[in-house]
């Protein structure tokens, strides 16, 4: 905890100040950030070439929305997570810790079917799983639980 200092225009001198996110969140969040900014690019990437690829094989666009629709809503997902560590409660560590288990799971069907699902939460199943795994890690220790669960 820190104090204000006296005379502090934050509140009544003396007044706490807040705590200060733990080190282990804020590389958690950045890489939130990372990956989400990964998954957007790849949304973007794997719609316009697969709207190219459906066009010239005579399908339609509506064929290409579900996958690219999965892209860009996972990585809009991860970074509203990475923005909510700030202010957010147990609801955004719950949802993060399934998030970067559904990645891992993810991940690991896409090595083992060849580089496919992989592509679902990142560019590759080994970056996606060395992500997820941090995240997953740095979610479950003690100073996240008391991050998340601090008074507001």
């Known amino acids: 905890m820190r104090s204000g200092a006296p ?3 934050y509140g009544y001198p003396g007044h706490p100040m807040g705590m200060d996110m733990p080190g282990l969140l804020r590389g958690a969040r950045v890489l ?18 697969l709207a ?25 997902l ?3 997570l990475g ?7 147990g609801g955004v560590r719950v949802t993060t810790i399934v998030y970067a288990s559904l990645m891992i799971v ?13 592509l679902i939460f990142t560019g590759g199943p080994l970056i996606g799983l060395a992500c997820g795994g941090i995240i997953l890690a740095l979610m479950v220790t ?11």
């Open 7 to 9: 005379n502090s225009s």
């Open 32 to 49: 939130l950030f990372v990956m989400g900014g990964i998954q957007l690019t790849v949304g973007v990437l794997v719609g316009s070439l």
């Open 52 to 76: 190219g690829i459906v066009a010239n094989a005579g399908g339609g666009i509506a064929d290409v929305v579900p996958t690219v629709s999965v892209l860009l809503g996972l990585g809009a």
């Open 78 to 80: 991860s970074i509203i």
């Open 83 to 89: 923005t909510r560590f700030a202010t957010g409660g």
């Open 106 to 118: 993810a991940c690991l069907g896409g090595l083992g079917l060849g580089g496919g699902f992989g």
């Open 142 to 152: 003690a100073q996240a639980g008391a991050w998340f669960n601090r008074p507001r």
